[in-house]
């Protein structure tokens, strides 16, 4: 498929959980979503480099990934400011929170404030792991699970691949069937929506659980980028304050509305 190549200018763009130097980032897809988009800020919110990956394993390191830096530099020349939220897969990178260079900012996390008005907390969400009992042990034992079904997927999707059938997430297919990993996420989303919540914001995007998202809770917004894993997904804000979850090839998945202005009282003079 071919991406669009005039897109909207974006306010803001969200992109999380790439995990570039592992295996499972689908670094072409990324580097094709990043070439020439066209937004004032780019928020990276976390694993975007899969530390963990590269330490224990070979790292996968290839053209879409020399592709992926050298798009994140050509956004920086046409004066993109890109905000770093480092994860739990990159966070030797928090060491590095609060540097300021003059197109990039490492934060531990941010505020986003939309053209209308609201504003956003941004966190990678691994923060939340406490909250939903999915501690430090789990999280690798996860990790290590998450793998093998990632490695199952690669199988499955070579023969369907020869057997000329589309693709198809193995890993997704099991999350949904799982009534623990639905329960998992729901305690996440609480965790983060509360968060957001106590810090008298309007709502939280993130991402880490690798299942995109974009909705209105109680009033509050939810958004989950997704990932370049498995759902291959990016958050948008336009120039209004609406906010979409698009495809790697600038597909609409969802959108939210901006919140209409408050009705201003017109006075005879
Ligand atoms: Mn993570």
Redesign the pocket.
């Known amino acids: 498929m071919t991406a669009p190549t005039l897109r909207p200018r974006q306010r803001a763009v969200f992109v ?2 790439v995990h570039l130097g592992s295996k499972n980032c689908h670094a072409a897809e990324l580097a094709d979503f990043l070439d020439g988009l066209d937004t004032r800020r780019l928020y990276l919110v ?2 975007i480099v899969d530390l963990w990956w590269m330490a224990q394993r070979r790292a996968a390191w290839g053209h879409g990934q020399h592709r992926v830096v050298e798009c994140l530099h050509a956004l920086v020349r046409a004066g993109t400011e890109i905000i770093y939220v480092p ?3 990159d966070r030797p990178i928090r060491r590095f929170c609060g540097l300021m260079l003059p197109y990039m900012q490492v934060r531990r996390r941010a505020i986003h404030q939309l053209a209308d008005g609201r504003r956003l907390l941004v966190a ?3 923060d939340y792991d406490a909250v939903t009992h999915f501690g430090n042990f789990q999280e690798h034992l996860g990790d290590w699970l998450y793998d093998q079904i990632l490695a199952g997927n690669r199988m499955t999707n070579s023969a369907r691949r020869r057997l000329g059938l589309r693709y198809w997430s193995l890993a997704d297919f099991l999350k949904r069937r799982s009534g623990a990993a639905e329960r998992y996420i729901a305690r996440f989303v609480n965790a983060g929506l509360a968060d957001a919540r106590r810090r008298g914001l309007d709502g939280i995007v993130c ?4 299942r995109a998202d974009l909705r209105e809770v109680d009033g509050l917004v939810y958004a989950n980028d997704g990932d370049w894993v498995e759902s291959l997904t990016a958050l948008a804000e336009d120039a209004e304050g609406g906010l979409c979850l698009l495809g790697h090839d600038g597909a609409v998945l969802k959108r939210l509305e901006p919140r209409r202005p408050p009705l201003r009282l017109a006075y005879a003079a």
Do not use: P
């Not at 991402?207 to 690798?210: D, M, N, V």
């Open positions: 999380s959980d976390g694993d994860g739990n897969h990678h969400g691994d991402g880490h659980i690798h």
